[in-house]
């Protein structure tokens, strides 16, 4: 096996931030640098905008012979597979991508900030931002400098053999920190995991590219018609603007200091009048939840289908996925009954028709946002979603054998969670008691509190706030086993760094390694916690680590029992819905996307049975975990 480390410059009028498929898409995408090292060769930089690739570098990146490597070798992989013209992408089975090994163990999912974060003695040369603005996008034409709208390397030789330095550099600097984590290596399972992704990338999924058009011409109608009362009623230039906006309001009786939807639903609960109607108005206009009908314009390839709609390893504490370009981990869900006729009436564009029949456009363009993903031709989207999968989880994980009875039988977890606390047969649980059983155990599986319950809801579901504690300590006597699991968890890690030692607790084993706490799940995967050690807290000693905080970036957070059981767990789920992904692949069903622990499959012929019966398998690891998929299939995505 060969090796050969990649980095690449390219331009592309389109823009990066919708993706690099929409990226190489554009007619004068094309590379300008090749910046490579074979075998840990010094690094050469071949410019492509003077030469063509060499026949054996060619010969290379098609070869499975040669294993390819660059931080984050999605960009370099598919620029390059457009580059070469070839009828498919490239091979992701002969790439490996060291973000993804950084973004394993917890570090900056950025070349830089990593490089900086482990102290390297290779550092990414800071200038490139300013070359990469310069000579890889578009520019503005102007006097100065002859109206041009791109810069090519005759303006400035200067600033291009900067920029050849810089490709040179960023490769020394990937492998550099490839070398340096090498010590803590990737599974090689997970590299499976990654092949399938990429290509369920490359795959991408169809638009209905009219709805998303509709879409978006009645939201701007009804913008235009919104504003102009907004005009009309406040007699403001701008009433978009909040310095004119809200004095307006204050005039007029509104007593809260800003304007966040928070404080103008409160509002509306006691204005009147103008007030009244001008907060309505507000609260109209605030569709950014239809942005996404714009994201999914802009991201619309040629071949008429949206690729890169999901990131690899996105959630670093847990591997999960991240959504991407439309960000479909949240997508409005929709309740309408009768979605072809909502979809064919935004269609026609008739947003009287659509006022009258459903109330509200915003709401019912919201609701429709799901549906502009649509099957190909004659194919169907077969869509199968694991039932409480984290339930189920944490249930084989403890031990709680009433719940994994439930889960191998009926599965109605909300009754009989309520049954097991409130200590009546599970035919006795009433609504009331169903939706108390329902919100312990959203709420409460990971040592939450009140506070927890609080943020789940369930003072907005009925439930008074003094009962809340009297809540938290009937789910927890009903689920001991849980309670134990949180608190060996906790004990199992201290023990790991204390003792700088491997302890083993069930189906986990904790590692302290180079100042690591490693966490290795059934799977064989680890989630890992940077520089972690034991530090005095109100309890005794807390747990920190370093990590990706609110900010761009990391800081030294703590966690506990609870929170180390809800990555583990979450984690599991991630493994679980892996394994699940590449069963559907090898028996000739394609993913086209998937949110949560739910898979979207795009073929024909087949039934949702089957679909089910291969997401339900549970993997070798995972013996005795009961796991069940529901699903449903439909021309176009839907929440059913």
């Known amino acids: 096996m060969h090796y050969l480390n990649i980095d690449i410059e390219t331009y592309s009028s389109n823009d990066i931030k919708d993706g690099v498929y929409k990226y ?17 060769s010094p690094v050469e930089c071949l410019d492509l905008t003077k030469e063509a690739l060499p026949k054996d570098i060619q010969e290379a990146l098609l070869s499975s012979d040669v294993q ?4 984050n070798a999605q960009f370099e992989r598919v620029c390059l597979s457009k580059h070469l013209g070839v009828p498919y992408y490239l091979d992701p089975s002969q790439w490996r991508c060291t973000m993804v090994h ?6 900056p999912a950025s070349l830089e900030r990593c490089a900086s974060y482990l ?10 931002k300013n070359l990469i603005k310069y000579f890889s996008v578009p520019c503005k034409p102007t006097k100065a400098n002859d109206g041009r709208t791109r810069n090519l390397p005759k303006h400035d030789p200067e600033k291009w053999q900067k920029f050849i330095d810089y490709c040179i550099q960023d490769v020394v600097v990937e492998m550099a920190i490839a070398e340096r984590l090498s010590v803590l290596p990737v599974a090689e399972r997970e590299w499976d995991y990654y092949s399938a992704d990429q290509r369920i990338n490359d795959r991408g999924v169809a638009l209905d590219s009219e709805l998303v058009a509709s879409a978006l011409y009645c939201k701007d ?6 504003f102009d009362e907004l005009k009309s009623t406040t007699g403001l230039a701008n009433p978009n603007s909040r310095a004119q906006l809200l004095p307006w309001l204050k005039s007029h009786g509104y007593s ?12 509306l609960k006691t204005a009147t009048g103008e007030l009244r109607r001008v907060l309505e108005l507000k609260q109209e206009t605030a569709m950014s939840s239809l942005k996404k009908y714009e994201a999914m314009e802009r991201a619309l390839c040629s071949d008429g289908r949206v690729h890169g709609l999901l990131q690899f390893y996105g959630a670093s504490r847990t591997g999960r996925w991240a959504g991407r370009v439309v960000q479909v981990q949240n997508l409005a869900r929709n309740y309408l009954k009768d979605l072809d006729d909502a979809r064919n009436f935004v269609k026609a564009r008739d947003i009287d028709a659509v006022e009258i029949l459903y109330d509200s456009l915003n709401d019912t363009l919201k609701q429709l946002v799901r549906t502009a993903f649509v099957a190909a031709g004659d194919q169907e989207f077969y869509v199968s979603d694991f039932s409480a999968i984290e339930a189920r989880v944490i249930a084989w994980y403890a031990g709680e054998q ?4 439930v889960f191998q039988t009926h599965g109605k977890i909300y009754e009989a969670s309520a049954s097991q606390m409130f200590h009546i047969p599970i035919e006795d649980v009433d609504k009331d008691l169903r939706q108390r059983g329902k919100i312990a155990e959203l709420a409460l599986g990971y040592q939450g509190g009140p506070g927890a319950l609080k943020a789940m809801g369930a003072l907005e579901m009925g439930v008074p706030e003094a009962e809340l504690q009297g809540l938290v300590d009937d789910w927890r006597r009903a689920n001991s086993k849980i309670v134990r699991f949180w608190k060996d968890v906790q004990t199992a890690a201290h023990k790991a760094i204390r003792r700088r030692s491997t302890i083993r607790m069930g189906r986990l084993t904790f590692k302290y390694r180079k100042g690591f706490l490693l966490i290795q799940l059934p799977s064989g995967r680890h989630l890992a916690y940077a520089r972690v050690k034991l530090e005095a807290g109100d309890y005794g000693d807390k747990l920190t680590y370093e990590g990706q905080g609110d900010r761009a970036y990391f800081t030294r957070q703590d966690t506990y029992g609870g929170k180390l059981v809800e990555n583990i767990v979450q984690a599991t789920a991630r493994d679980i819905l892996a394994e699940a992904i590449l069963r559907l692949e090898d028996n000739g069903y394609p993913v086209v996307f998937h949110v949560h622990d739910e898979c979207i499959v795009e073929s024909r012929g087949t039934t949702i049975e089957v679909i089910n019966d291969l997401m339900a398998q549970s993997p ?4 005795g975990l009961p796991l069940n998929s529901e699903g449903y299939v439909t021309k176009y995505y839907m929440k059913d």
């Open 24 to 40: 190489v898409d554009a007619p004068d995408f094309e590379v300008l640098l090749f910046a490579y090292s074979l075998d840990g």
């Open 119 to 128: 102290s390297l003695s290779q550092e990414k040369d800071a200038a490139g």
């Open 68 to 71: 390819k490597s660059a931080f």
């Open 102 to 107: 950084a973004q394993e163990l917890g570090l």
């Open 620 to 623: 070798e690891w995972a013996e």
């Open 402 to 405: 009433w719940r994994l009875d």
């Open 256 to 267: 809260a200091e800003g304007l966040t939807k928070a404080d103008v639903k409160k509002e």
């Open 221 to 226: 109608v009804k913008m235009e018609m919104l």
